[in-house]
Nanobody, 123 residues
Framework: QVQLVESGGGLVQPGGSLRLSCAASGSIFSIGPMGWYRQAPGKCRELVASMDTSGRTNYADSVKGRFTISRDNARNSVYLQMNSLEPEDTAVYLC?????????????????WGKGTLVTVSS
């Protein structure tokens, strides 16, 4: 059973920084693309940033230049460094992992999501 657990959320003032972490656990051999999404109250879930296994990244226009995604394949983890935070960044941030291959060599047909971590940007 694969699980994703996020951490690092909290309350921060505008202009501040936070670093989110997401660790995948279970019988994992490898993970394909990993990414961060967010969902604010009353809004749809949106992609924040993603990174494939080659290190190629994709960012939402609203976070370019402020957020940086990274991953540690040995730890089955992905991170999101968030700088210059704005009130509009307030949301639940969720981690997603795709194309997981288990230690028995089975490619999982489902994408996996964490339960999310709340980021609140407010003075």
């Amino acid at each position: 059973q694969v699980q994703l657990v996020e951490s690092g959320g909290g309350l921060v003032q505008p202009g501040g920084s936070l670093r989110l972490s997401c660790a995948a656990s279970g019988s994992i051999f490898s993970i394909g693309p990993m990414g961060w999404y967010r969902q604010a109250p009353g809004k749809c879930r949106e992609l924040v940033a993603s990174m494939d296994t080659s290190g190629r990244t994709n960012y939402a226009d609203s976070v370019k230049g402020r957020f940086t995604i990274s991953r540690d394949n040995a730890r089955n983890s992905v991170y999101l460094q968030m700088n210059s935070l704005e009130p509009e960044d307030t949301a639940v941030y969720l981690c997603k992992a795709e194309r997981i291959i288990t230690s028995t060599g089975i490619l999982q047909s489902l994408n996996y999501w964490g339960k999310g971590t709340l980021v609140t940007v407010s003075s």
